[in-house]
């Protein structure tokens, strides 16, 4: 695909998730704004400044969302005074883009060839941003699995480390989380749900008192949103899952650390059995 293609498919096709999609003409007008104006667009920083920093987000998000969804194909090229002519923006807000990017493992500077998109496995997949963007795209269904695999060798362990580590308080607000999601669940109120059951894994996490295991509650978090988001969750929580839910925070309250493992074991295999059709389809498609 030739570069001019690519730019011309990404702005047409990829929409921001944190919003309504903004053109080229708001985007210029915003790089206008927002500090005491310079030489080619370039703005100083004054009292407006936290706009010129949305306006660098929303155009890594738009970059973010092309790489991961193919508009902007590995190995390709783009010249930033392209991105800038397209956008509307100024270089300084492109070359802020790119740098984060280029931070994310996502694109590399060429030195008078342009930047250059990077394969996939050179990007940071821990990232919470990189993680939205690949669930935003295509191949969402193939990060959701990625993702929870990863959670299934890695939170029973935390549950099981829990039983024997969190505090009194600690293991009182699990119970009280189990019992929230409990009622949830039955209420099918899958908005009040979604932050119980992201809070409750957090805190497992968190309780296990491995900070390498807190520092993947981001990860969590993005999994069960991006499933909700995406209407890959069940209609109504199955009353099994809620059941492992109020074991484990049972067996961490007691400091059985094997009956944690085993309940949290329970959900991730609840979650493959619900999510197992749907990666079969994704697989024949």
């Known amino acids: 695909m030739l570069v001019n293609d690519m730019m011309n498919s990404m702005t047409n096709?990829?929409?921001?998730?944190?919003?309504?999609?903004?053109?080229?003409?708001?985007?210029?007008?915003?790089?206008?704004?927002?500090?005491?104006?310079?030489?080619?667009?370039?703005c100083l920083p004054d009292a407006d400044s936290t706009e010129l920093t949305g306006l660098h987000a929303r155009l890594l998000d738009r970059l973010g969302l092309a790489i991961c969804g193919g508009e902007l194909e590995i190995g390709s090229v783009v010249?930033?005074?392209?991105?800038?002519?397209?956008?509307?923006?100024?270089?300084?807000?492109?070359?802020?883009?790119?740098?984060?990017l280029a931070s994310m493992g996502m694109v590399a500077s060429r030195q008078r060839i342009g930047v250059q998109v990077l394969a996939a496995t050179r990007w940071n997949l821990y990232d919470p941003q990189v993680i939205r963007w690949r669930l935003a795209s295509p191949s969402r269904i193939a990060q959701l699995?990625?993702?929870?695999?990863?959670?299934?060798?890695?939170?029973?362990?935390?549950?099981?480390?829990?039983?024997?580590?969190?505090?009194?308080?600690?293991?009182?607000?699990?119970?009280?989380?189990?019992?929230?999601?409990?009622?949830?669940?039955?209420?099918?109120?899958?908005?009040?749900?979604?932050?119980?059951?992201?809070?409750?894994?957090?805190?497992?996490?968190?309780?296990?008192?491995?900070?390498?295991?807190?520092?993947?509650?981001?990860?969590?978090?993005?999994?069960?949103?991006?499933?909700?988001?995406?209407?890959?969750?069940?209609?109504?929580?199955?009353e099994q899952a809620l059941q492992l839910h109020v074991d484990v925070a049972s067996a961490i309250q007691r400091g059985n650390g094997d009956d944690a493992h085993a309940a949290m074991l329970g959900i991730m295999a609840r979650t493959f059995e619900e999510m197992s059709s749907i990666w079969d389809q994704d697989l024949t498609d």
């Open 13 to 42: 096709s990829v929409k921001t998730t944190n919003g309504p999609d903004v053109g080229s003409a708001a985007l210029e007008g915003e790089s206008r704004r927002g500090g005491r104006g310079g030489r080619d667009g370039h």
């Open 145 to 238: 699995q990625s993702l929870t695999e990863l959670r299934t060798a890695i939170e029973p362990e935390a549950a099981r480390l829990a039983a024997h580590r969190a505090t009194l308080a600690g293991a009182s607000d699990l119970m009280g989380l189990a019992g929230k999601l409990w009622a949830a669940g039955q209420a099918n109120d899958a908005e009040a749900f979604l932050v119980l059951d992201i809070e409750f894994h957090r805190l497992v996490l968190a309780s296990s008192g491995n900070e390498m295991f807190a520092k993947l509650s981001t990860l969590v978090e993005a999994v069960l949103t991006g499933r909700t988001q995406y209407g890959l969750m069940p209609r109504q929580p199955h």
């Open 79 to 100: 010249r930033i005074d392209q991105i800038q002519e397209r956008y509307g923006v100024s270089r300084s807000v492109v070359r802020e883009a790119v740098r984060v």
